[in-house]
């Protein structure tokens, strides 16, 4: 692959890494795209091999040039999720192939633009889902498909959020819902898309709960916090807050946020308490699929522990999994949990049994290296990628389950897809 990189922020140093590092044998990273002139040489100047002239940068009014300067035939895309849409469709239409981070993007409108311009040209989109490959997971994957439970008829998937990781969604750009879609697409997607990869079905309807709980300005009264800046830096309450983020005391976030703050007025560390917040931190949603099986989801992003729990139904048992999953997030002080997983499976009729449960080693329970090894090594998965329709029924979930939040009523995803038009996924 010849791979052109749209956005060098934090994510995307996995990716770069990969591509200049172990599969560099294999794949030319040709050129580096961001909005931010400062992030922008920040990345290319890692990777500039001595002697060379370097990488190819360019700012993203030029995206389109840099795809026919350099020739690429892959664009890598980690930008923020609501600018993930134009990228795609800018680069099928250039006849390039897609890998983006996901969610593949946040609304049915730019869904449907999305879906045309595949079909139209035929090319490929990929969605880093990452999770899918973390062996706990496909050996979960495994045991239901080989119908250790029996016909599975149901889930009860609860995510939870640390307060480190979950209150950092209300500084930064997710914190407004026209960015991120919400929790509900901006994270869910990864926990609609294991339900999907799962139980081999898509989502039909849903109903929705869901509110600003923990990081409101009423919660901002209730710790004595009246009076607090717009950002963590310079805030005159910072001393007494519980979620204090100090971008100048973490090299890498004074290196890829501080330092680049005069370019585009973008601040890190964003008040989370403050009244323009959109983002919900408590989501209820209950999902009815097309085969017929239900599912409670619960996501919280202020539990006092990080990772998965769910308990699936079948017609001859349960399976459950505990996954305590403490990865690397910038700032804060962890709780002391340790990393753990355990999948139990429970016969009707016989007594429960811990699995051994296969592991990994990198971020997300092992599940990281594993997909850049499936997207740029050799023999990729078809197992485990996940194409257009997948990054698709990922997100519809969470759509539907906005529109659910607003209106109250349970959402057939079927009506939401006619109303913009889309035929078929
Ligand atoms: N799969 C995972 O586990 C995982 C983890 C983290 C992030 N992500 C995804 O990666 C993506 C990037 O997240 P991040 O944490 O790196 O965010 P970030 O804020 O650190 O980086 C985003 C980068 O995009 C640039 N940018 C903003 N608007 C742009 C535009 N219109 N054109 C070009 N560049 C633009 C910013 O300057 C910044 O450098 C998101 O879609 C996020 O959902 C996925």
């Known amino acids: 692959m010849k791979v052109a990189l749209v956005g060098c922020g934090s994510r995307h140093q996995m990716f770069r890494n990969a591509l200049t590092g172990p599969y560099a044998d294999r794949h030319e990273l040709v050129a580096l795209c961001d909005s931010n002139p400062y992030r922008l040489s920040l990345s290319a100047a890692a990777v500039a091999k001595p002697g060379t002239n370097g990488i190819a940068t360019y700012l993203s009014a030029d995206f389109d040039r840099m795809l026919a300067e350099q020739g690429a035939d892959t664009v890598l895309i980690s930008t923020p999720d609501n600018t993930h849409a134009g990228y795609i469709v800018r680069a099928l239409e250039a006849g390039c192939d897609v890998i983006c981070e996901k969610p593949m993007t946040i609304d049915l409108p730019s869904l449907r633009q999305i879906l045309a311009a595949q079909d139209r040209t035929g090319r490929k989109v990929r969605v880093a889902f990452n999770y899918r490959y973390a062996p706990a997971r496909q050996q979960i994957r495994a045991l239901l498909a080989a119908g250790t439970i029996g016909t599975v008829t149901g889930l009860d998937f609860r995510w939870h959020l640390d307060q480190v990781h979950g209150s950092d969604y209300f500084r930064r750009w997710h914190r407004d819902k026209a960015n991120s879609g919400g929790l509900f697409v901006h994270k869910a997607t990864h926990h609609f898309d294991l339900m999907n990869w799962w139980l081999g079905t898509t989502p039909a309807a849903i109903s929705a709960s869901g509110g600003r709980h923990a990081y409101s300005p009423v919660r901002a009264a209730e710790l004595g916090l009246v009076g607090h800046g717009p950002r963590c830096t310079g805030c005159p309450v910072a001393l007494r807050c519980p979620y ?28 989370i308490f403050s009244p323009e917040i959109t983002l919900e931190d408590t989501l209820q949603a209950q999902i009815r699929f097309a085969n017929g099986a239900t599912a409670n989801y619960s996501l919280t992003a202020y539990a006092p522990w990080e990772g998965l ?45 811990n699995l051994a449960v296969p592991k990994a080693q990198g971020d997300h329970g092992g599940a990281d290296p594993l997909m ?20 698709a029924w990922s997100i519809l979930a969470g759509i539907a389950a906005n529109a659910a939040l607003a209106s109250g009523q349970v959402e057939e995803i079927g009506d939401l897809l006619a109303q913009v038009g889309i035929a078929r996924i």
């Open 309 to 353: 729990e769910v308990m699936f139904y079948g017609t001859g048992g349960q399976l459950s999994h505990r996954h305590v999953e403490v990865h690397g997030v910038f700032g804060g002080k962890r709780p002391k949990e340790k990393q753990s997983v355990t999948t139990t499976l429970h016969l009707a009729g016989q007594d429960p049994t």
């Open 372 to 391: 850049l090894q499936d997207i740029f090594g050799e023999g990729g998965s078809e197992t485990h990628a996940s194409d257009h329709r997948a990054g």
């Open 244 to 271: 204090p983020l100090d971008l100048d005391a973490d090299k890498r976030l004074a290196a890829l946020y501080r330092d680049a703050e005069a370019e585009d007025g973008y601040h890190r560390d964003q008040c």
